[in-house]
């Protein structure tokens, strides 16, 4: 489903997509456009679409059954900011043979790096990363991590061209309020007493968390390092989302970060949106991309990471130097070392063999009129959260999901090196930090959004993955 035209052109593109399913739609304007896709009875919300460095749109549409003929605009504006408005009619009905295959196949431009060949012991570290392949676990003391990278380093992937383009329009962190069953605290001091769980929901396998409750975040939080947390990791499938309730816009995020202040903060994940337009018979429009967050400064989209529901992404954030080699104080262990001035994301699309490297700096910097205060590494945080509208200062509503996961999750502190520990379950007392789960509870309305779970990680033997479950929408 996509088609190519000359840049700048106006043109109209029609797709027949069958009912009641969700497909990719591919749209091919200027390179690194930002575009909007619109309807004109819809004035209050568009859904923002990013196109990567070969001029490619994506999105995903699902029809109803009783789904009518609809048009579309897409607005683009390329990067020396000439606009242009196409025309889209979506239709339901059977696509043409091979269509979703040649949609979905429209692979980003990159460079191949092909599986890791002998010995996956012969090389140092940083003759690894100097051809593209990740830090390697020490296979004795971590063989499910070792697992974990061997899988990386045993098929190819595309790595991506390292674009990333600002979205000030969201935001996937900022100050937690409490709710109202919840004693107020600030998610940068120490955390209030765990509240105590009923007893038929505690059980060996699976536990329902109630220690605490955020408006916009869901998930375990970790404070209050031996030295400083220098390294967080976890996998997870990109959570579907679906209309429910007729809600006109909704998203849902899943990330993984370092530290938590306005000023501070270091993360990266999936954000899940559905736009829903009851016109003509119901058609959903779903948005999947890959995001990179350092407050104070705006998110940047990944444009050149394609995402589908179901794919399976994972990140890994630590800090390091130039070369991605993390010193110590005292050789490897004792904290970090002024040589240590990255932060670095290694991301990866298992299901369409695509990588992301990228590095921020530690230190204090500026742009675009805002300065960072630098790294510190007082909190990891392993979330599903509900993104923020910048202009409104308020949550989307949580776009529905049903259930997400998240697994092979650790966190490391500096103090102990390239030692890093599993995430636990909750009730459980880690041996570096201070663990919190936390519910989604909408402050204004009090209604419980979304819980998490903590079930033994068959990925990860002693530690516990997270099952997140959708409750409410606001």
Not at 23 to 31: K, Q, S
């Amino acid at each position: 489903m996509s088609s190519k035209h000359a840049a700048g052109s106006p043109m109209r593109f029609e797709r027949t997509l069958l009912p009641e399913v969700e497909a990719m739609v591919t749209i091919e304007t200027a390179p690194h456009g930002v575009c909007h896709l619109g309807h004109k009875d819809a004035k209050d919300r568009r859904l923002r679409l990013d196109a990567d460095e070969q001029g490619t749109v994506r999105f995903h549409a699902r029809p109803t059954k009783d789904a009518k003929p609809i048009e579309l605009t897409l607005d683009c504006a390329d990067a020396h900011g000439a606009t242009v408005r196409h025309t889209l009619v979506l239709r339901p009905g059977l696509p043409a043979p091979g269509a979703e295959k040649a949609a979905a196949n429209h692979a980003p431009a990159g460079t191949l790096r092909r599986p890791l060949a002998g010995d996956p012991m012969a090389l140092s570290d940083q003759e690894l990363l100097s051809r593209g392949y990740p830090p390697r676990p020490d296979p004795a003391k971590h063989p499910a991590r070792y697992a974990r990278w061997h899988k990386r380093v045993s098929q190819p992937f595309t790595q991506v061209t390292p674009t990333k383009v600002a979205r000030p329009e969201v935001r996937f962190s900022k100050t937690m309020t409490a709710t109202a069953t919840t004693p107020q605290f600030s998610p940068t001091l120490p955390l209030p007493p765990p509240l105590m769980p009923s007893p038929m929901m505690r059980s060996p396998m699976m536990r329902s968390q109630f220690n605490a409750s955020w408006n916009t975040w869901s998930g375990a939080y970790l404070t209050r390092p031996a030295s400083q947390f220098f390294w967080i990791e976890a996998d997870w499938k990109v959570p579907g989302v679906f209309n429910f309730g007729n809600q006109p816009y909704s998203a849902a995020a899943e990330w993984i970060g370092l530290d938590n202040s306005g000023t501070d903060l270091y993360q990266s994940g999936t954000d899940s949106e559905c736009w829903f337009i009851p016109f003509f018979g119901g058609w959903t429009f779903t948005n999947y991309w890959m995001w990179i967050e350092s407050l104070p400064f705006a998110p940047w989209a990944l444009p050149n990471f394609p995402l589908s529901p179901g794919d399976s992404v994972s990140v890994d954030i630590f800090v390091a130097d130039e070369n991605g080699q993390t010193w110590f104080k005292d050789g490897y262990n004792g904290g970090l070392t002024p040589a240590d001035n990255s932060v670095w994301f290694m991301i990866y699309n298992y299901s369409k063999g695509l990588s992301y490297w990228g590095t921020l700096p530690t230190g204090r910097y500026s742009q675009d009129g805002y300065t960072s205060t630098g790294y510190t590494g007082s909190t990891a945080e392993f979330v599903v959260e509900r993104p923020t509208d910048t202009d409104s200062g308020n949550p989307y509503p949580l776009a529905f999901f049903g259930l997400a996961d998240m697994n092979s999750c650790y966190y490391a502190d500096a103090l102990y090196g390239n030692d890093p520990f599993r995430l636990l379950a909750d009730g459980s007392t880690p041996f570096d930090g201070n663990l919190t789960y936390i519910n989604m509870q909408d402050s204004a309305t009090g209604n419980l959004l979304a819980m998490p779970l903590s079930v033994p990680d068959p990925n990860s033997p002693g530690g516990y993955q997270i099952l997140w479950i959708w409750v409410n929408s606001t």
